[in-house]
């Protein structure tokens, strides 16, 4: 199983950025997908997830209004839309999969994670 995290850049403040998490290896329909950031020096927290048809959703209290997670199921991908970065956005983020229905924010009870991509949000 292979999670495949692509998007990220550099970019000011108030712009946006759509990152894109690809699954091989298992079909995503009955997975939670969420993605998690790190930041330099910071434990790596929960930013959104989706629940299996894309219906379920639900964000952080500090992304909430500006980001959203989507999905694909057809083509086993899941996307972060990212608006109105901030300087505090910057971080690398990770997607995650686990089996289940419930949505989840504890980033142990995830058994699939891809490698991260890097956001830089510059002021």
């Known amino acids: 199983v292979q999670l495949q995290a692509s998007g990220g850049g550099l970019v000011q403040t108030g712009a946006s950025l759509t990152l894109s998490c690809t699954v091989s290896?298992?079909?995503?329909?009955?997975?939670?997908i969420s993605w998690f950031r790190q930041s330099p020096g910071k434990e790596r927290e929960f930013v959104a997830a989706?629940?299996?048809?894309?219906?379920?959703?639900h964000y952080s209290d500090s992304v909430k209004g500006r980001f959203t997670i989507s999905r694909d199921n057809a083509n086993n991908t899941v996307n972060l839309r990212m608006n109105s970065l901030k300087p505090d956005d910057t971080a690398v983020y990770y997607c995650?999969?686990?089996?289940?229905?419930?949505?989840?924010?504890?980033?142990?009870?995830?058994?699939?994670w891809g490698q991260g991509t890097l956001v830089t949000v510059s002021s």
């Open positions: 290896g298992l079909t995503i329909d009955t997975y939670i």
């Open positions: 995650a999969g686990r089996s289940g229905y419930y949505i989840d924010t504890q980033d142990n009870d995830y058994g699939y």
């Open positions: 989706t629940g299996w048809r894309g219906i379920r959703t």
